[in-house]
């Protein structure tokens, strides 16, 4: 894999000069010439990611805990983290939790030059009994891995590293509230360190888990948000990286952003194409419920993953638990494209029930607005009312499996 990168990277440098002086380079020189990259991995089978091989470091000055209530998303940090290290000739080192601190890296290393960066997001929950438990970790490995593997970052075995992270999880337990709505959010991360300006596969690597407690994202009970549809960005395009969770991906959004709340909206809505395919809101998947024009029949809609999309486990999840019990009930679960033109004329015509965006912070977000070629657009919920019974429904759904007391093959007991 490495050998074949590596060997693209060199016969592209090589067009690319063939092409400035018009005269292609010999055969031998076009498989030699070279990136200042490392040399290409060796025959001999890398190390996987081993657990067995874990050292624990632990730290002599624990922090003070923070109250509960004071707890504010991604601000404050736990004792350790969880660091492996990867070279390109060798493969996966030692896994190491260590006392959380700065990382030390050179100014010309490649993930500040070209975002050789990918990560995820996912929590870990304190059962009634006292156990630590992960939630659909499995899904976050492999879109982790999927991630990595599009910017030329290692791949490793996903179940190593939820052994790992559940150690580590367990080791900071203490910071984990017992109460409903609290938990442990994770963030593994996954950076290229070679220290280079060419632009080539990381010869060398750090995956690194820090983890920080986390509030309920509605202490007083769900809040509806307001969308602004922003037509003038776009998110994600087909064949573009939107469906990986890099962290390019992620400050090129803040501007629009930042622009809705400007105008008095809490997330802005992400459209795609002339048709205005509607696609995501905010960092969240998106889903709407309606009556089908034709037919009358209740529809749970989100859009298809065609690439541009995040593959959302919450996602995933609404879907499933949709289709076990909503199904039945008489509704229809789609993933398909709709525009918003649609879900105007649903709005126009009563047929709009409700909208929510669903990701791991949050669970679900109910939407009472959005704002778009200067309407409002009513979502269906009353002046009165926060929170739709589907999105309602769906995170007491969702809760039940994350905290245990729905015991389902979804939670991981660390
Ligand atoms: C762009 C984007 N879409 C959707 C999601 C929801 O994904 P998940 O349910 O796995 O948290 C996220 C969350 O991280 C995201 O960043």
Redesign the pocket.
């Known amino acids: 894999m490495m050998r074949h990168q590596l060997f693209r990277s060199a016969a592209h440098a090589s067009a690319l000069s063939a092409g400035r002086t018009g005269l292609a380079a010999p055969a031998w020189q076009q498989a030699v010439r070279q990136y200042s990259i490392a040399p290409a991995a060796s025959e001999t089978k890398l190390a996987d990611i081993d657990p067995s091989q874990l050292v624990i470091e632990r730290t002599t000055n624990p922090k003070p805990l923070k109250a509960a209530k004071d707890l504010i998303f991604g601000r404050n940090f736990t004792d350790h983290m969880l660091m492996i290290e990867w070279q390109n000739t060798t493969g996966w080192q030692a896994p190491r939790i260590v006392p959380y601190q700065n990382l030390s890296l050179d100014p010309a290393t490649c993930v500040f030059h070209y975002a050789f960066e990918c990560f995820e997001?996912m929590k870990a929950y304190k059962d009634k009994a006292g156990n630590i438990r992960l939630f659909r970790p499995d899904?976050?490995m492999e879109?982790f891995n999927k991630s990595a593997a599009r910017i030329a970052l290692p791949n490793f075995n996903g179940s190593a590293l939820i052994e790992l992270i559940a150690k580590f999880t367990k080791l900071e337990s203490r910071f984990i509230p017992e109460e409903r709505g609290y938990s442990l959010y994770l963030r593994p991360t996954l950076i290229g360190t070679q220290k280079t300006l060419g632009v080539g596969p990381p010869g060398s690597a750090l995956l690194f888990v820090i983890a920080s407690p986390v509030g309920p994202y509605y202490p007083t009970g769900f809040k509806a948000v307001s969308l602004e549809a922003t037509d003038y960005a776009v998110?994600a395009w087909p064949g573009g990286v939107g469906d990986k969770?890099l962290g390019a991906?992620?400050a090129p959004c803040v501007v629009p952003q930042r622009e809705a709340m400007g105008r008095g909206f809490q997330q802005n809505l992400w459209l795609f194409g002339e048709q205005e395919y509607v696609t995501?809101v905010g960092?969240?998947?998106f889903f709407v419920a309606l009556r089908n024009k034709e037919t009358g029949q209740k529809e749970l809609i989100t859009a298809p993953l065609d690439g541009t999309?995040?593959?959302?486990?919450?996602?995933d999840s609404v879907l499933s638990l949709a289709r076990e019990r909503l199904v039945p009930q008489g509704w229809n679960v789609v993933e398909r494209k709709y525009t918003m033109k649609e879900l105007d004329e649903a709005a126009n015509e009563g047929r709009l029930i409700e909208a929510f965006g669903?990701?791991?912070?949050a669970i679900v977000s109910p939407v009472r607005h959005i704002s778009w070629k200067g309407k409002l657009i009513n979502c269906g919920l009353k002046d009165h009312e926060e929170s739709g019974e589907i999105a309602a429904k769906m995170k007491e759904w969702i809760e039940a499996r994350q905290y245990g007391d729905d015991e389902h093959e979804w939670s991981y007991i660390c």
């Open positions: 997001g899904k976050n879109r998110r969770k991906n992620y995501e960092t969240m998947n999309i995040l593959e959302g486990v919450t996602r669903s990701g791991t912070a």
